[in-house]
């Protein structure tokens, strides 16, 4: 079993609907959980993070994270073209911050 | 733009050959990260440094990859011996060591090395 795992897609989403992703985790001393943006060719971008049980959300953006369950989601709301990427969900353990566990990420395709 | 640099973007090498890539962190960073990825998977760490130390190395890391970082400021991965399996894209990340804040790793633009 993998650390991190997520469904690979594609996932298709019309422009303007929500786009749900989600991501569960093996290790439950787990702490902290990030969510990455990539696009084709270039390097992972950081768009949320979260540590509490809960929502956090950020513009269009909403993490969740239920640590009970160990699972964390995005979501993307009013998607955009532009939001077609892979999305790579990743996973800090306590006392080694900074070393994270990704998945191998989510392909979003957007279409108009 | 005061992001993590990375030099070159792009290496293409012959098997066999040895490459070294830079990493510049965030001035005020004292710690740094090194991740590789390959097509369709996640990053995957390979080592950090707190200032000029190296704290941790993956086991991904064999014997033919060192990384210095030898004054705390800019480090440096080299590979030697290529091999076609060590195409990938190399990711440098900087933060602050945890206590002062934990703030999320933001990665730099990678350098994509590709051995023939």
């Known amino acids: 079993q993998k650390e991190v795992e997520q469904n690979s897609g594609p996932l298709s989403v019309p422009e303007g609907a929500i786009a749900s992703l989600n991501c569960t985790y093996s290790?439950?001393?787990?702490?902290?959980f990030f969510w990455y943006r990539q696009y084709s060719g270039k390097s992972p971008e950081l768009i949320m993070f979260i540590y509490s049980n809960g929502d956090k959300e950020d513009g269009r953006f909403t993490a969740q994270l239920n640590k009970a369950s160990q699972y964390v989601s995005l979501l993307i709301r009013d998607s955009q073209p532009s939001d077609s990427a892979t999305y790579l969900c990743?996973?800090?353990?306590?006392?080694?911050?900074?070393?994270?566990?990704f998945g191998a990420g989510t392909q979003v395709v957007v279409t108009p | 733009d005061t992001g993590v640099s990375q030099d070159p973007r792009h290496k293409i090498t012959k098997r066999g050959q040895n490459v070294t890539f830079r990493c510049d962190p965030i001035?005020?960073?004292?710690?740094l990260y090194w991740y590789r990825q390959t097509l369709g998977q996640g990053p995957e760490f390979l080592t950090y440094f707190q200032n000029e130390a190296q704290l941790e190395k993956s086991r991904l890391l064999s014997d033919r990859f060192s990384a210095e970082r030898p004054k705390g400021s800019f480090s440096t991965l080299e590979i030697q011996r290529t091999e076609q399996g060590d195409s990938a894209m190399y990711l440098c990340a900087s933060t602050v060591e945890p206590g002062i804040g934990n703030s999320p790793l933001h990665f730099g633009n990678g350098t994509r090395l590709t051995v023939t």
């Open positions: 001035s005020e960073h004292n710690r």
């Open positions: 990743a996973v800090n353990k306590p006392d080694s911050w900074g070393k994270l566990q």
């Open positions: 290790d439950r001393g787990s702490q902290s």
